[in-house]
T-cell receptor
Framework: GAVVSQHPSRVICKSGTSVKIECRSL??????MFWYRQFPKQSLMLMATSNEGSKATYEQGVEKDKFLINHASLTLSTLTVTSAHPEDSSFYIC????????????FGQGTRLTVV | GENVEQHPSTLSVQEGDSAVIKCTYS??????FPWYKQELGKGPQLIIDIRSNVGEKKDQRIAVTLNKTAKHFSLHITETQPEDSAVYFCAANWVGAGGFKTIFGAGTRLFVKA
């Protein structure tokens, strides 16, 4: 299957700082990437859908000024958690969908964010 | 709204036994049903999938069945091994006017006892 690489796998930051998470499709082009948040022992919660070259579509209740998403190329999307607070601590996961026609999406390894 | 229900939430089996996880979806436009395995601290990994024009698919010890009429699909793992222990998520996908959508089930924590 296709490979999606997510970095970093873990990050610890201080309250008030910003953190950037990268999601790359290594062997395919992804017109659409998705960002999820996962709380302990819970399912994946879609935060936003990112389309290359256009603004991300955020799910209800997700602050777009807090979670900045950039999808500048067909192989890279970034999520920046701005002015992070302890309640932003979570597991963030990206997934990428292949270019045309396919409904399959492949997931990155996830990023464990801890805000202290 | 769209919904995917997954049962059971926890499943404990003896090594060598079979495990079955069931999901029900609400939107009849769903046309692709992947199953993911998630190990602790890692992202979900696609283990098997089925499309709406197929009733059953098998890959070694893993099989998935789909009943479109009843909107049910199930994951079957035979001859379970301790390394099968993980959280399993079902999902229902479709491409509609609003774009590509995925709805995940709540997950099933599988324990395989040696």
């Amino acid at each position: 299957g296709a490979v999606v690489s997510q970095h970093p796998s873990r990050v610890i930051c201080k309250s008030g700082t910003s953190v950037k998470i990268e999601c790359r499709s290594l062997d395919f082009q992804a017109t659409t990437m998705f960002w999820y948040r996962q709380f302990p022992k819970q399912s994946l919660m879609l935060m936003a859908t990112s389309n290359e070259g256009s603004k991300a579509t955020y799910e209800q209740g997700v602050e777009k000024d807090k979670f900045l998403i950039n999808h500048a190329s067909l192989t890279l999307s970034t999520l920046t958690v701005t002015s992070a607070h302890p309640e932003d601590s979570s597991f963030y996961i990206c997934s990428a969908r292949v270019v045309v026609g396919d409904t399959e999406a492949f997931f990155g390894q996830g990023t464990r964010l801890t805000v202290v | 709204g769209e919904n995917v229900e997954q049962h059971p939430s926890t499943l404990s089996v003896q090594e060598g036994d079979s495990a079955v996880i069931k999901c029900t979806y609400s939107d009849s436009a769903s046309n692709y049903f992947p199953w993911y395995k998630q190990e602790l601290g890692k992202g979900p990994q696609l283990i098997i999938d089925i499309r709406s024009n197929v009733g059953e698919k098998k890959d070694q010890r893993i099989a998935v069945t789909l009943n479109k009429t009843a909107k049910h699909f199930s994951l079957h793992i035979t001859e379970t091994q301790p390394e099968d222990s993980a959280v399993y998520f079902c999902a229902a996908n479709w491409v509609g006017a609003g774009g590509f959508k995925t709805i995940f089930g709540a997950g099933t924590r599988l324990f395989v006892k040696a």
